[in-house]
């Protein structure tokens, strides 16, 4: 399972783009990228997966560089509700003796209003 | 559709005392397993995780521990609880053979006093 490192915190405001980066520099072959996103008293909420390039859906975009020992998180136009902890976990979780899901500390982003 | 159930929600209980938190999923078969521990302020602690019935790999040694008597439960025990056992406990499944997202539970709090 590859390690990662992530800023501790981040402060922003609301409708700034924010953009958390991941680096992942042992990243395996057939390793994945995944963000999760958790709220206080809640469990982390799958965000967003990717392999390589760049993916985006309703809530965020992920881009990833050829070589892929990085990843970065952006969240468009922020609003107070994204106040989180966001998590990037790096690991090939397809087999049966799965890498384990282990998450970092995370990074803490606070949106100001 | 796959939803997991964690239970209860809070718990307060005496040093000493036992403690069994359980977990169920439905809509799946043959899920991964895991169970976390988030102390205040910090990230997931990886405690277990099953890719099977009976079949528990344990990651910090402590005195909890966790069975699956069927494929879709997963229960996490004490015989005798520490003050350093308060923490939000969180259930989680994930599809084997699959790269797709982990779902979690809604959490137990649970407070030793």
């Known amino acids: 399972l590859a390690k990662t490192t992530q800023p501790i915190s981040m402060d922003s405001y609301e409708g700034q783009e924010v953009n958390i980066t991941c680096s992942h520099n042992?990243?395996?072959?057939?390793?994945?990228i995944t963000w999760y996103q958790q709220f206080p008293s809640q469990g982390p909420r799958f965000i967003i997966q990717?392999?390589?390039t760049k993916v985006t859906n309703e809530v965020a975009s992920l881009f990833i560089p050829a070589d892929r020992k990085s990843s970065t998180l952006s969240l468009p136009r922020v609003s107070l509700s994204d106040t989180a902890v966001y998590y990037c976990?790096?690991?090939?979780?397809?087999?049966?003796?799965?890498?384990?899901?282990?998450f970092g500390t995370g990074t803490r982003l606070q949106v100001f209003p | 559709s796959q939803t997991i159930h964690q239970w209860p929600a809070t718990l307060v209980q005496p040093v000493g005392s036992p403690l069994s938190l359980e977990c169920t999923v439905e809509?799946?078969?043959?899920?991964?397993l895991y169970w976390y521990r988030q102390a205040a302020g910090r990230g997931l602690q990886l405690l277990f995780y099953?890719?099977?019935?009976?079949?528990i790999s344990s990651e910090v040694p402590q005195n909890l521990s966790a069975s699956r008597p069927q494929d879709r439960q997963f229960i996490l025990s004490s015989k005798k609880l520490l003050l350093s056992d308060s923490g939000f406990y969180l259930c989680?499944?994930?599809?084997?053979?699959?790269?797709?997202?982990?779902?979690f539970g809604q959490g137990t709090r649970l407070t030793v006093v």
């Open positions: 990717g392999y390589k």
């Open positions: 976990l790096v690991g090939d979780f397809r087999s049966y003796n799965t890498d384990k899901l282990i």
């Open positions: 099953s890719v099977g019935i009976g079949q």
């Open positions: 989680a499944w994930t599809i084997v053979g699959s790269n797709t997202e982990a779902f």
């Open positions: 042992n990243i395996a072959t057939n390793d994945y």
């Open positions: 809509g799946t078969s043959n899920p991964n």
